[in-house]
């Protein structure tokens, strides 16, 4: 796991350490320097901890205008016993909400499970985006099965179109742009 690293190719068009809207506003991840693990095994020193042990994330691409934030994610997302979402929503989505993000791309490639506890934090997010959306992409297919059987799928854009997205070889105006015409699409 310490060989995957978040994309970084649109370093050059956003970088959430020079963000001063970012809550990683400041923080200086080492190149070289293995410091977080999940379940004993080190993971890249670009991912971003918030809080969880077993789950961490990268702010990659914010944009204030067009009011969209692009979130990887690689590890297991545990509601059930670190309540992720809740730290999840509480220290990363409601500050970035602050700015007038309200459409959020999470990717989920590297998101290995998904163990439920309530939909509480699910739905208040959905319900604070408004006008937004919340869009998965890439998750695996055993994690979009998790989120179905217990209806949190509810409160997402996923499946289709958004399982196999090859979204690397997008500039992030491109990949939001399409994402938000599927997304269109869909509510429609």
């Given at each position: ?129 408004e ?11 055993h ?11 509810h ?34």
């Amino acid at each position: 796991m310490h060989l995957i690293e978040p994309y970084f190719a649109w370093r050059d068009f956003y970088i959430s350490s020079e963000d001063p809207s970012s809550p990683f506003y400041d923080k200086i991840n080492s190149e070289f320097e293995f410091t977080d693990s999940i379940y004993n095994y080190l993971i890249h020193p670009q991912w971003d901890n918030f809080g969880s042990p077993t789950l961490f994330i990268k702010i990659i691409y914010v944009d204030y205008d067009e009011n969209f934030c692009i979130i990887e994610f690689i590890g297991e997302w545990n509601d059930a016993i670190e309540n992720d979402i809740m730290t999840l929503k509480r220290d990363i989505i409601e500050p970035t909400m602050e700015h007038g993000i309200n459409k959020f791309i999470l990717i989920g490639e590297n998101v290995l499970n998904f163990h439920y506890s309530d939909d509480c934090y699910y739905e208040e997010w959905f319900e604070e985006v408004e006008d937004g959306w919340i869009a998965l992409v890439n998750f695996q297919d055993h994690v979009t099965r998790e989120f179905e059987k217990v209806h949190v799928d509810h409160y997402f854009v996923m499946k289709g179109e958004l399982d196999e997205l090859e979204w690397r070889t997008n500039t992030p105006q491109q990949f939001f742009e399409k994402i938000s015409e599927y997304v269109t699409k869909r509510l429609d």
